[in-house]
Structures are given as C-alpha cells and as structure tokens.
T-cell receptor, first 112, second 112 residues
Framework: GESVGLHLPTLSVQEGDNSIINCAYS??????FIWYKQESGKGPQFIID?????DKRQGQRVTVLLNKTVKHLSLQIAATQPGDSAVYFC???????????FGAGTRLFVKA | NAGVTQTPKFQVLKTGQSMTLQCAQD?????MSWYRQDPGMGLRLIHY???????DQGEVPNGYNVSRSTTEDFPLRLLSAAPSQTSVYFC???????????FGPGTRLTVT
C-alpha cells in the first residue's frame, strides 16, 4: 500500500493494553473535531467526533477528550487489538464547517 | 452502495501533461472534497463543493481545477502536471459540510 508517512510519531502498545494518541490543534476558533483512522493502502475512515461544547465523548472502545484551554485532543482506545494498527489523524473544522485541517498523524503499532 | 469510487488507481504522467482524476459517490451526499497526501504530512484540502454547481478553494488549490455538474461526480483536473504534484489523491464526501467524510481508496499519481 501507499506510504502515508515515513517519519510519523509512532506509538507501540501490547495487545490488550489501552492506547492514548495525542494531538494539538491550531485554531482556538475551531468548534468541531474528528479522529480518522487510515490503514495501509486505504483512505481515512471516520472514528469519532466531538464538538467544542463537550470535553468528552465515548464510542465503542474509543473515547475522545478535548481540552480547549491548551488546544489539545486525545483519542483513547481500550483493549487495543491488532486490527487497530494504523495511522490516526486528528482533524479540525474551520468556522462554518467547510474546510478540514488534518494533523500530521500518529502511527499505532500493536504487538501481539 | 459502492460508496466513494476513484479512478484510476495509479497514474504516471510526464511534466506538462494534463489529466482528470475521477470521483463518484452514490450516497446522495451534498459535500465533496479533494485532498492530497504526501509522506510525513496529513491530508491537505485542494478543493471542495457544497452542492452541484458550487465549488471553492481549499488550502492548496494551485494547479488544479474542479467542477460539479451533478451531485454524484466531482472530477479533479491537473492542468499542466509538475513533479511537485506527485502525491496520493483522495476524494471524500459527506451528507453535510465536512462532518464525517467518507473517503475513496485514493489515486497514486507520479509526475516525472
């Protein structure tokens, strides 16, 4: 598959452990944030989103935390599985929601 | 549903040649967008459309044209290919604005 990033930050976790992926966003006026997962050779896939009037949102095995004071976003994956191995991108939407700004990504590697 | 489809999957161009990358979606989504992805970087928005007949520029629009004559199709035209346009191109669509976008499988373009 395509190489999505030769020098991405990498997080390596043991299968079954929890993973935490962090992201700093740039625009304090952004009011909507998304996490995407990209597997090798594929397009990004939506995981979870959060609006700026929330500080936490939970999905199936995933939780997103938002700290607007320090412009920080995190994605927590519970009981990480080999299928979670991928590159994870945080993204922020500009005011109006028409333009998405992606972060550089973090590569998650799950050891069996 | 096929979701978002892109053709071709791979393409090699010589400097100065022109071509069109095709993108289609069958989900009746109003919002469509084009991104490029380079190694070590996240996705960058090239152009987007909020409906048939309406397009606007993203972060890196120079050297690319788009049009949206139907809800389903959103082609991206390279006017005169340059080596700097070597990249992986992704098309995406969503029901409304840039929320929860569905991505195509990508086109890997090499310009020599």
């Amino acid at each position: 598959g395509e190489s999505v990033g030769l020098h991405l930050p990498t997080l390596s976790v043991q299968e079954g452990d929890n993973s935490i992926i962090n992201c700093a966003y740039s625009n304090s006026a952004s009011d909507y944030f998304i996490w995407y997962k990209q597997e090798s050779g594929k397009g990004p896939q939506f995981i979870i989103d959060i609006r700026s009037n929330m500080d936490k949102r939970q999905g199936q095995r995933v939780t997103v935390l938002l700290n607007k004071t320090v412009k920080h976003l995190s994605l927590q994956i519970a009981a990480t599985q080999p299928g979670d191995s991928a590159v994870y991108f945080c993204a922020e939407l500009n005011t109006g929601g028409f333009k998405t700004i992606f972060g550089a990504g973090t590569r998650l590697f799950v050891k069996a | 549903n096929a979701g978002v489809t892109q053709t071709p999957k791979f393409q090699v161009l010589k400097t100065g040649q022109s071509m069109t990358l095709q993108c289609a979606q069958d989900m009746n989504h109003e919002y469509m967008s084009w991104y490029r992805q380079d190694p070590g970087m996240g996705l960058r928005l090239i152009h987007y459309s909020v409906g048939a007949g309406i397009t606007d520029q993203g972060e890196v629009p120079n050297g690319y044209n788009v049009s949206r004559s139907t809800t389903e199709d959103f082609p991206l035209r390279l006017l005169s290919a340059a080596p700097s346009q070597t990249s992986v191109y992704f098309c995406a669509s969503s029901y409304s604005r840039a929320y929860e976008q569905y991505f195509g499988p990508g086109t890997r373009l090499t310009v020599t």
